[in-house]
């Protein structure tokens, strides 16, 4: 936030104020003055920046309009977006647009990124935030995309594993890299439960909250004792090679969460079918839809 960014510097200003009257009572008026007229100097500047910054971050870029010819595509290539009636797809869009308009779309092999990749992108972060009231993505300014998987280096060329990343804290805190590959693969595959895109948008809103870990912003705290304790069964069970879920999800509750996602926004009705409980709650958290998860264990 911008108010942390000044917090250090009202501190000062604070400090600079408390000794205006100590230096008027030992006998330095000069002195005084000259922090007096230092510190109202310095403040009208810092509010002033502190505006221009709000204003910029309040103010959203003009809305990238697609065509005919991208609503087209999308039908082709997003069974998501597909199935939806007339008026969520517009509604879908009109998201994607806003998403286009925000956030940065760096091919790593192009001058210039491909728009079926942009397309690819935005609906990947349109279909992980589906059914939340809000879709601004949090700080995301870049999605890099490699051309392949990658290894712990960035480097493609050594056979990496990893398909996709978000990340917390550092330079890179708001980048997210996507390796082509997979994020096509995600949608031209419509039955193996797995979408890498939506994958790490499904991170995005567990980061939301300030911390990656399997507990989304937004849980009520009900609704999240529920989820800690199906979270934590389920892992126990993948780990013992007794779940149909993705293995991966295995890894730790910040995973079990994404691929949850995933299934949940792939095969909806087959998570209902062969885990309801874990399908509820997804449901009642991506939804208006009031689930009784008291009932839900």
Known sequence: MVFKRFFPWLIIFFVFLMLIPLLAMNGRIGTAKFIGVLTVVGVS?????????????????????LNLNDSFWLKEHIPFYADLN?????IFEDRIGLFLSDVLITDVEKED???????????????????????NYGDLNEVLVYPNNYDHTNSTSNGG?????????????NTMILSKRALIHGFENQTDKKNVGVHEFAHLIDKADGAIDGFPEGMEPEMEKVWSELMNQEIRKIRNNDSGINPYAGTNQSEFFAVIVEYFKERPELLKKKH??????MKAYFSDEKTDIKTVS
Request: glycine share 6%; net charge positive.
């Open 276 to 281: 309801p409980a874990i399908f509820e709650i």
């Open 113 to 135: 990124v491909d728009k079926d990749i942009c397309l690819y992108v935005a609906s990947s972060a349109v279909i992980a935030f589906w059914g939340l009231p809000y879709w």
């Open 86 to 90: 007339k008026s969520d797809q517009k």
């Open 45 to 65: 500047i810092a509010l002033s920046v502190w505006r221009k910054q709000t204003k910029a971050r309040n103010q959203r870029k003009a809305r990238i309009q």
């Open 161 to 173: 594993s990893i398909q996709g990343q978000v990340h917390h804290g550092g330079l890179m805190n």
